[in-house]
């Protein structure tokens, strides 16, 4: 268990420090990795460090990184595993939304199937389709928790407005959007989750990189914590709200052991108050 605290996905608890799995798989989030055997020593890894929610998705390979979960941790004591539909691939970086309910129908059977569960316990929607209706693309969600097949109901990639929406069709415990030091484009969405009590699912939370070397209040603080730049944004994120469940995602051991360490950093009031005015 990290130092991150923790937070409740309706009646799952689990650490406010996640894991991300897209990038246990191929180049362009295609295919296997170069080393399976090495993706595996990853997600172990992970589990050894305390954390227990691990977050992926039909997409990410496809079923590649579903597939090499399921191999490493299966059966998942104590883990929280979420995914998601509503995209289709056809190679490397091409990325095809896919909001129909016929396919979030057979997305959540193949997903079932490759985890090896009689229910995934979050089931996020990957993306809205702008050719079918929020509403539509919802519905098999809230079919499958009715079923069993599905515990819980996340959203990815949506507005203030669409959560809303969502909000008044059934019940909804996470919401995952881009969001990180640099990026707080959805500012307004963690804003109403944290409202609401809703788990706030920050992916890209160091900026893939892009926050290291940037020099500034970021470096300087990381100095003075004698951390990297990556850890201080993990650490800024985790204090800004409650309902932060940032999931940062390798293929490094190093660098997963790395992000971890981050939530054992306890950053000053002048310290937070710089980096959310940067």
Not at 16 to 32: D, Q, S, V, Y
Not at 50 to 67: M, R
Not at 105 to 110: S, V, Y
Not at 134 to 155: C, D, N, T, W, Y
Request: with cysteine.
């Amino acid at each position: 268990m990290s130092g991150a605290g923790r937070i409740t996905l309706g009646d799952l608890d689990v650490d406010r420090l996640g894991f991300g799995a897209m990038r246990i798989t191929g180049e362009g989030i295609w295919g296997p990795p170069a080393d399976p055997d090495g993706a595996v020593a990853l997600l172990r890894r992970v589990r050894e460090l305390g954390v227990d929610f691990i977050d992926t998705a039909d997409s990410y390979g496809p079923n590649v990184s579903e597939e090499l979960i399921a191999r490493a941790l299966h059966p998942y004591d104590g883990l929280v595993i979420a995914t998601k539909a509503g995209f289709t691939r056809s190679g490397p970086g091409s990325w095809t939304r896919d909001g129909r309910p016929e396919h979030i129908r057979e997305a959540l059977d193949g997903s079932l199937r490759r985890l090896g569960v009689e229910a995934i316990d979050v089931y996020q929607f990957h993306w809205p389709d702008p050719a079918v209706a929020f509403e539509e693309s919802l519905g098999p969600f809230i079919e499958a928790r009715a079923q069993g097949k599905v515990r819980h109901i996340g959203l990815s990639n949506v507005s203030v407005a669409q959560l809303e929406q969502a909000l008044e069709m059934t019940a909804i415990v996470s919401v995952q959007n881009e969001y990180n030091a640099t990026d707080r484009m959805h500012q307004d969405v963690l804003d109403a989750c944290t409202q609401r009590g809703i788990a706030f699912i920050p992916y890209a939370p160091v900026a893939q990189g892009k926050l290291t070397g940037r020099g500034g209040a970021l470096e300087r603080i990381a100095r003075a914590h004698d951390a990297s730049a990556s850890q201080i944004a993990l650490a800024w994120l985790l204090a800004i709200s409650p309902v932060m469940l940032p999931i940062p995602g390798t293929s490094s051991i190093a660098h997963l052991e790395e992000n971890v360490a981050a939530a054992q950093l306890v950053l000053s009031d002048s310290e937070l108050a710089e980096l959310s005015a940067a």
